[in-house]
């Protein structure tokens, strides 16, 4: 009996960093800076790297078509809207690259086709074909984006991605632009593109998902459960507004609950620290403690139940491992809701052996101290078991 193996499902990463990203007040790059970030970028193993918005600025254009020679292996992407001279600008741009890709788009929900574009949904749908095919002579992979997806009516998205996957679209995007839509919805959106649009099997459906709800990244790990094959997103979540899903959240998201989405990136997760950490150091932007897997509290343990159990073994109270994102160690902070065990092992690592009535001693000393102080540190601890011997010998 033969048995059949199953193709393994991955999906690509499509990194915006500096492109959305980069639209994010205080983030803009120098061009050294940006051919950082994107060197960082491949090491990660994105699949994608959009560097730019090729025709918004002399600048742009040269970081675009800098990084699309600099890199060996990635593909590189110029933003343009639907129009002939931003298709020209973002080819000239990317043609050095070794994987090229222009990105089109144009809205299509009513609010953005009547006050931003003033024009009717047949004309858009015709404009978005005509420039898909316009693209289609500079190049063979190419990306469409209906902006503000989520709020166009779905008939009307099915019609205008039909009509662009004859015209050469590879990848059709469908951002949440305005960080509007719900895990469930988008799912539902996602799984009516691929049950109703003709030809989309043969193409990339991508989720390009913004944060202005909190939910940019649960929006978009819905959508890849019902079946998206790209995501789009920044290191750090940076980008417009409350900025876009976090790279690094979507690929741990992913890895560490494979047994529950079956689905893999390409990305190399132990890069994640390094990457988050670069960005911060060229915008100077930090990101929050509490910023889930790069924030500077993501593996750092303060309670003392939390601390028992972790030293008893790590995975009561870690779900990954701080090595797996490319972490020496965690960190078990001493403060005031810290217990015994965390505290003697503090001791032993500073090399301290002590009785049992010294360390009783130290323990209490320390949890006064804990009290007055946010945290209490290595050097607070070596004053603490001075005083405690200059005590004992008056
Ligand atoms: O948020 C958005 O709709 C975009 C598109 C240009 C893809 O950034
Ligand atoms: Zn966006």
Not at 46 to 71: C, H, Y
Not at 354 to 363: D, G, M, Q, T, V
Request: aromatic share 6%.
């Amino acid at each position: 009996m033969s048995t059949i193996i199953q193709p393994e499902k991955t999906i690509k990463i499509f990194d915006t960093t500096l492109r959305d990203g980069e639209q994010s007040p205080g983030c803009s790059m120098t061009l050294k800076e940006k051919i950082d970030m994107a060197r960082q970028l491949e090491k990660m193993k994105v699949d994608i790297i959009e560097a730019g918005f090729a025709i918004a600025s002399p600048g742009d254009f040269e970081s675009v078509q800098t990084i699309a020679k600099e890199l060996k292996e990635t593909s590189v992407a110029s933003l343009a809207r639907a129009l002939e001279k931003d298709i020209d600008t973002a080819w000239e741009a990317v043609k050095y690259a070794k994987r090229p890709r222009i990105h089109t788009f144009i809205a299509t929900s009513d609010i953005h086709m009547q006050y931003k574009l003033k024009m009717d949904p047949e004309a858009v749908l015709e404009r978005a074909v005509a420039m898909v095919k316009y693209a289609k002579r500079y190049c063979e992979d190419i990306e469409f984006s209906a902006e503000d997806a989520t709020r166009s009516n779905p008939e009307f998205l099915h019609r205008i991605f039909e009509a662009v996957i004859k015209a050469g679209a590879t990848t059709l995007n469908v951002p949440d632009t305005v960080g509007y839509t719900t895990p469930m919805e988008y799912s539902s959106l996602i799984s009516g593109i691929r049950e109703k649009v003709d030809g989309i099997h043969k193409v990339d459906i991508s989720v390009h998902c913004h944060n202005d709800l909190g939910l940019a990244v649960a929006n978009s790990l819905a959508a890849v459960k019902a079946g998206a094959t790209q995501v789009e997103c920044t290191v750090n979540g940076i980008g417009e507004r409350a900025g876009n899903a976090a790279l690094e959240e979507i690929a741990m998201g992913l890895a560490t609950r494979y047994d529950y989405y079956g689905i893999k990136t390409g990305i190399d997760t132990t890069q994640i620290a390094r990457s988050s950490k670069l960005l911060t150091a060229i915008t100077g932007v930090s990101v929050q403690p509490n910023k889930a897997i790069v924030g500077a509290n993501a593996f750092a343990h303060e309670s003392g139940i939390h601390q028992h159990g972790m030293l008893a073994n790590a995975s009561t109270y870690e779900i990954m491992t701080p090595e797996s994102v490319g972490l020496r160690t965690n960190a078990m902070v001493l403060g005031k809701h810290s217990g015994r065990h965390a505290f003697e092992d503090r001791l032993k690592t500073l090399g301290y052996e002590l009785s049992k009535e010294e360390i009783n001693r130290a323990f209490d000393d320390f949890k006064m101290l804990a009290d007055k102080k946010k945290t209490v540190d290595d050097r607070d601890i070596e004053a603490l078991l001075q005083d405690d011997v200059m005590n004992l010998e008056e």
